[in-house]
């Protein structure tokens, strides 16, 4: 056995080797083709983008076409630089600047040159192409937006840096890609492939036809058409209502997922990042660090989410059996927790049960409710753990899984959270009683509130949100399709939907109902901290409400955010009640409170917080690129006393 064994090895390795031999000679052609590199030129034709649509078929995103001057350094000879520079508009600075960028990153190399010339560029400099050796014009497709909206939801397509060409070795310098949006998350899909065309070239350097008669020759394959569950008309009247506002709306069909709206303010026209004039608005838009129009506020702002938390803090009271639909709680319009701790109430005051406290949103019943939750355990830690459990099953806390590059968690304390915020001595659910009322530790962002509302819509269930509604010839991912259970059970939905009902009919929303349809919201108002220039200063209130409509078969589930926007009804109650109406009826009936939106501003109010030099001189820091005074929103509630601020009984 061991005489045969050697021999045995030697021979399945040599014939290992010479198949191995025979493919990479004979059959794979391509380190012939990079050995041939000097007497081949590869050309790149590249195909249109994927088209978006909007759910309704409407065109959202088409293609232009744009040309570049690609440039392969070995064979640039001599030229007359002063007729070139002059033809294309640049200095024999640049030039210089330029070619010596394309040598860095291949002599032999084709490189951008100068990008995304127009027709009439193109048309010019083509005539006398032949006079300038190495340099010659690339066809690519970009954007041509057909609407001037919902910037944030498609991205923009930029060129290529030198990280991703070493990563992904599909690209190659001058390619684009899709950057944030769909355009970034749908990227493989939207981008096709490349066709390649091999031109033999002889020792001239001159080409004299097709590589093996194109026998290694690919056709370009267009990109995919994709489908967006937004709706367009939507979209367009969300960022109307939010003209001189800030904050973020995000609309949601409950029995889908599908983002219907995703809306952040202010925003911009997705025409400018588009051309010559790209870097330059990029430019000024990622130094406007006070509006922030490339910050998506819907998907990255967490704030505390306020009294639309109640709704949570009542269900999971529920579920645990801390309350039941009569317990009832006296109010005095306040809620004193604590020697010398008293949280303020708006609500009509006296006893209450779960339906009249929430369409008054008494922070009293929420609070003593909560506290009986966390103290059903006999041990703060454990009764928090539970509760932040529960609060999971909503997708609270986490990342949800929708299918856009960017977003935040949020913030869900658990018992750890608090054995770190106060080390050495014992907290109890008094300390940390201003998470019932949305005013703790948790933190929230638009699209995490609306997909709660949506979940409640559902009596307790959700699927995970997304934009994506159709790829043409492809399925979309099946975690889309996927049903979320809560851990509360569906007969706990119900009474709180009533409740919610009558916010419309009898509590703090009953001026912004829409005659047809049944809403069921909640307004919300949340205290609002920020550091400017590293000083802590305290700022008007957030103005948020969430709802859905109808009570019964929901169609649309929304949460609406307005940055110092004040109470819950002041604004984003409004915005939202016009929203649901021009989505379910495709018009709108409620035109006082239209006409209020359309024309109201915050402006001022963002101001009042600015000093007067900045307010003075911050467009033209913008404009010329230097960074503006920094605002960074704080998001760490004041402890443990929260004394809520809202006026109008959110």
């Known amino acids: 056995m061991r005489k045969v064994l050697l021999p045995t090895i030697i021979f399945i390795a040599t014939i290992l080797l010479v198949l191995r031999l025979f493919y990479l000679q004979v059959i794979d052609v391509t380190l012939k083709l990079k050995s041939d590199n000097n007497a081949i030129k590869i050309s790149y034709d590249y195909p249109e983008r994927g088209y978006i649509y909007d759910r309704n078929g409407k065109l959202l995103v088409a293609n232009q076409p744009s040309y570049d001057i690609m440039v392969i350094p070995k064979d640039v000879k001599t030229l007359d630089t002063i007729e070139f520079c002059s033809l294309l508009k640049i200095t024999k600075e640049e030039f210089i600047n330029k070619i010596a960028k394309a040598k860095v990153y291949s002599p032999r190399l084709p490189s951008v040159f100068l990008s995304q010339l127009n027709k009439k560029e193109y048309a010019a400099f083509q005539e006398i192409e032949r006079k300038f050796n190495g340099f010659y014009i690339q066809k690519r497709a970009l954007r041509d937006y057909q609407i001037a909206y919902g910037a944030n939801v498609f991205g923009f397509i930029t060129q290529v840096n030198d990280k991703i060409i070493e990563k992904n070795k599909y690209y190659n310098s001058g390619d684009l890609i899709g950057r944030q949006g769909v355009e970034e998350s749908y990227e493989d899909f939207l981008r096709g492939v490349k066709g390649v065309k091999y031109i033999q070239k002889d020792k001239y350097n001159r080409e004299i036809g097709s590589y093996k008669e194109g026998k290694f020759d690919t056709i370009a394959v267009q990109g995919k058409d994709i489908t967006l569950s937004i709706d367009a008309e939507l979209q367009k009247y969300g960022e109307e209502l939010m003209i001189n506002k800030r904050g973020g709306i995000v609309a949601i069909e409950p029995k889908t997922g599908e983002i219907l709206a995703l809306i952040t303010a202010p925003s911009y026209d997705p025409a400018i990042l588009v051309g010559r004039q790209r870097s330059k608005n990029y430019t000024m838009l990622y130094h406007d660090s006070i509006a922030k129009p490339l910050y998506d506020r819907g998907l990255l702002a967490e704030y505390t989410p306020g009294s639309p938390f109640k709704i949570l803090t009542g269900l999971v009271a529920l579920q645990e059996g801390a309350i039941d639909e009569t317990s009832t709680f006296f109010c005095r319009h306040g809620f004193s927790y604590a020697p010398g701790r008293f949280m303020k109430c708006h609500c009509h005051g006296g006893g209450l049960q779960l339906h009249r406290g929430i369409y008054e949103s008494c922070n009293t019943f929420f609070s003593s409710s909560y506290m009986k939750t966390i103290d059903k355990y006999g041990n703060p830690p454990k009764g928090v753990d539970v509760w932040s459990n529960h609060l999971k099953s909503f997708g609270l806390g986490q990342f949800m899984g929708y299918d856009l590059p960017t977003g935040k968690k949020g913030s869900l304390p658990t018992s750890k959270t608090y054995k770190k915020m106060y080390p050495g001595w014992g907290w109890s659910s008094k300390t940390i009683v201003s998470n019932a009322i949305g005013q ?126 004040y109470w819950g009804s002041r604004w984003a109650g409004p915005i939202t009640s016009l929203m649901i109406e021009k989505y379910i009826k495709k018009k709108i009936t409620r035109t006082d409170l239209e006409k209020r939106m359309l024309e109201g501003s915050l402006q001022a109010e963002y101001n009042k917080y600015l000093s007067k030099p900045i307010v003075d001189t911050l467009k033209s820091k913008i404009d010329s690129g230097v960074k503006a005074p920094t605002i960074k929103p704080e998001v760490k509630s004041e402890k443990p006393q929260i004394k809520q601020k809202d006026s109008q009984g959110n």
């Open 440 to 565: 703790g530790e948790v933190l929230m962002t638009p699209i995490q509130l609306a997909n709660m509302i949506a979940t409640v819509a559902n009596r307790g269930y959700y699927y995970t949100p997304h934009i994506i509604k159709k790829i043409k010839g492809s399925v979309i991912d099946k975690k889309f399709r996927t049903k979320h259970v809560t851990t509360v059970n569906k007969k706990y939905f119900e009474p709180m939907i009533s409740g919610l009902f009558d916010v419309y009919n009898l509590g703090t929303a009953h001026g912004l109902n829409v005659e047809g349809i049944e809403i069921c919201g909640k307004t919300g108002t949340a205290e609002n901290f920020a550091k400017i220039n590293g000083k802590r200063v305290k700022l008007q209130d957030h103005s948020i409400f969430v709802a859905f409509a109808p009570k019964d078969n929901p169609k649309i589930a929304i949460a609406v955010f307005v940055e110092n926007g």
